[in-house]
């Protein structure tokens, strides 16, 4: 099968927010498998090569998703509540500066996992938990 039939049959079986709870699901799975060394290692000569290893593509890809929402979201035809959309544009650019600060070697990767996981489930219809400080 063809990558855009493979599109055309999801886009048809699939609604957006389960698409979307299913490519944020699996970034965040990447990012529970590699962020344990990371947070964990104060040298940041380690957490350099453990993003250089491949935790840095994830970030990226996880970033990209957010950026795609954010796009979505200031979207004038977007359909959600004003007030969760500004809240998810807020969201979505904490995540930005986040990761530009993990990628630094500053920050650790679990909060962006929460957040993650808190959309994930707001997504699947259970109720979100309160974002990161």
Do not use: C
Request: glycine fraction near 6%.
């Amino acid at each position: 099968m063809s990558v855009a039939a493979y599109k055309r049959t999801i886009s048809h079986t699939e609604a957006p927010r389960e698409i979307e709870r299913r490519i944020l699901a699996q970034v965040t799975s990447e990012l529970e498998q590699q962020f344990e060394a990371f947070d964990t290692t104060e040298r940041r000569i380690d957490r350099l090569q453990l993003l250089a290893d491949g935790l840095r593509h994830t970030l990226w890809k996880n970033q990209m998703i957010w950026a795609t929402f954010k796009m979505d979201l200031l979207e004038k035809d977007n359909a959600l509540n004003p007030n969760l959309r500004a809240g998810l544009v807020s969201l979505a650019v904490w995540v930005e500066s986040h990761t530009q600060s993990v990628m630094a070697g500053g920050k650790t990767v679990r909060p962006l996992i929460d957040v993650n996981r808190s959309i994930i489930d707001g997504l699947g219809g259970r109720a979100l938990s309160a974002a990161p400080e």
